[in-house]
């Protein structure tokens, strides 16, 4: 029987066993070395400090130095008018003095809503009396002078044919243009409203002119390439361009139109601020005449403020 017996050579022999043979354990050594190294134990961070709360926004300090500009100028100037008015009435007169004038008005705004008939109104009936007519007249100036100011600055031929007419009538005196709404209308209250509406509608008519000349050609060029419609020209390119005129022009409008209708009132009668002050006249009352006048000014003051308001407010600057 012939046994074979196998040796292992001398250079293999120093080899690790690891892998020679299947299922035979490795060596200590050899496991190390093979293994994967131990992750480092991450060392915890501590949590970052909150930062303090931001403290809350402290109001915005209020610029007194503006204010007092803005109060005082008027005040002092307001002061000064009643001064001078004290200082000229004092030793007596036809002329009232503040003090009579001040008691004269606290009366008669004390109900200034009262009928006693169809002409002996109070101050408030006669005031809104006033103000429908001058939103009628103005209303219809309105929507007649601002197209006719886009037509004109839009079109070379309207402009060469409506501008000699309007230089020609635009001076006239608000008070001639009366006898002829008389002779048309028969009546007083619509003869009223033609004056306003006449003499109201050449600054919205100028003004928006004026703008609609001044928009850029480059616009209107766009305008050609893109091929838009009339309409669109005006409402998309005009009017956002001519705003800020054809609100100047509605403001002087409106200035206008308060102006008129108290010497329009005084000629026709009739329930109103200005035949109000002419009955006053008639009755040699001057207190409330001077009264009528403040109210006067008081009530245009308040329109121009509204209308500066609207034009702040659709301003694109």
């Not at 690891?18 to 050594?29: K, M």
């Not at 079109?155 to 008389?182: C, D, H, Q, T």
């Not at 390119?237 to 308060?258: D, E, H, K, N, Q």
């Not at 409330?288 to 008081?298: D, K, L, N, R």
Request: aromatic share 10%; net charge positive; proline share 9%.
């Amino acid at each position: 029987m012939v046994s074979a017996v196998f040796h292992t050579p001398v250079g293999l022999a120093a080899e690790p066993a690891s892998g020679t043979l299947a299922g035979t354990p490795a060596s200590t050594s050899t496991i190390n070395a093979s293994a994967p190294a131990p992750k480092p134990t991450p060392t915890p961070t501590p949590a970052p400090t909150p930062a303090p709360a931001a403290s809350k926004a402290l109001r915005p300090s209020i610029d007194w130095r503006g204010v007092w500009m803005r109060v005082l100028p008027p005040v002092f100037g307001l002061a000064l008018l009643v001064g001078i008015w004290a200082l000229l009435t004092q030793k007596g007169g036809a002329f009232p003095t503040p003090r009579a004038t001040f008691d004269a008005a606290v009366v008669l705004f004390a109900d200034p809503f009262y009928r006693n008939g169809p002409n002996d109104q109070g101050i408030g009936w006669n005031i809104l009396n006033s103000l429908q007519r001058v939103g009628l007249g103005f209303g219809l100036a309105a929507v007649v002078g601002i197209p006719l100011g886009f037509i004109i600055g839009r079109f070379e031929f309207a402009n060469r044919m409506v501008s000699p007419l309007i230089s020609l009538l635009k001076p006239v005196s608000p008070l001639a243009w009366l006898p002829i709404g008389l002779l048309v209308f028969k009546s007083a209250n619509p003869a009223a409203i033609w004056t306003i509406f006449i003499c109201s509608i050449w600054p919205m008519v100028v003004n928006t002119a004026v703008g609609v000349q001044r928009v850029p050609q480059d616009y209107l060029n766009v305008a050609k390439v893109l091929n838009l419609s009339e309409w669109k020209v005006i409402t998309r390119i005009l009017l956002p361009s001519v705003l800020p005129y054809m609100l100047t022009g509605v403001r002087l409008s409106v200035g206008t139109a308060w102006l008129v209708i108290v010497a329009a009132e005084m000629l026709t009668g009739g329930v109103g601020i200005g035949f109000w002050v002419w009955d006053e006249w008639n009755n040699l009352n001057v207190q409330h005449i001077i009264i009528a006048i403040f109210v006067i000014g008081i009530v245009g003051l308040l329109l121009e403020q509204a209308l500066m308001l609207l034009a702040r407010r659709f301003s694109f600057e």
